[in-house]
């Protein structure tokens, strides 16, 4: 059993050294992107399923709350948290229409559409990108494997290159922290 644990933190590592040697100049832009939207008074609407919707909820709460210095709320929204709404559309419209239903109704041109999926392939996740784009919306998403089809509706795709839906959630938050220290830091001069 030892021997299996110490495989996964490696696998973990290895996971993490790629994405630093791979993703840095994407994660930079992605925070770049993120920050000029929030500068200019816009804000973060963010969503995924399963694992993704609890990231999504993880990252908008650091946002919105602070993740390392005492600061001012920053805008930013967890689409995958009103069970009201969530149910209602999917009721009304199907599933696939839970997120992009919101970005209709919630989203302003210049906010950013940031979309989680381990796949790359989540339909409702693609949907609410499509409905960001065409609502005036920048979009980033965070993906993993080969990116899927949410890649060609994203403005800046973050792709962890591993099949491993573990890892890719690993590196999915570790990502998610790193934006949030820098929005921060970039946001507050600190």
């Known amino acids: 059993m030892i021997e299996s644990i110490k ?3 490696a696998d973990h590592a290895a996971t993490i050294e790629t994405i630093n040697k791979c993703l840095t100049d994407t994660i930079s832009d992605a925070i770049v992107m993120i920050e000029d939207s929030l500068s200019s008074g816009q804000k973060l609407l963010i969503m ?3 694992g993704s919707a609890a990231d999504a909820q993880h990252f908008a709460a650091e946002i919105i709350g602070r993740f390392k210095m005492e600061r001012r709320a920053l805008p930013a ?4 948290t009103d069970s009201s709404a969530l149910t209602a559309i999917g ?3 199907g599933f696939e229409s839970v997120f992009s239903r919101q970005v209709e109704g ?3 041109p210049g906010d950013v559409v940031f979309g989680i999926s381990t796949s790359g392939n989540s339909p409702n996740v693609f949907a ?11 979009t980033i998403s965070l993906l993993g494997k080969d990116g899927g089809s949410i890649k060609d509706v994203s403005d800046i795709s973050i792709i962890v290159p591993s099949h491993d839906t573990p890892r890719i959630q ?9 934006i949030c220290d820098l929005l921060e830091k970039r946001l507050f001069k600190v």
């Open 7 to 9: 495989a996964q933190f």
């Open 48 to 50: 995924g399923n399963g």
């Open 77 to 80: 929204i967890a689409l995958t």
């Open 91 to 93: 009721n009304d419209y």
């Open 106 to 108: 919630l989203a302003a």
């Open 128 to 138: 609410a990108l499509a409905k960001g784009r065409e609502s005036g919306c920048r």
């Open 170 to 178: 690993e590196g999915h938050i570790t990502i998610i922290h790193i």
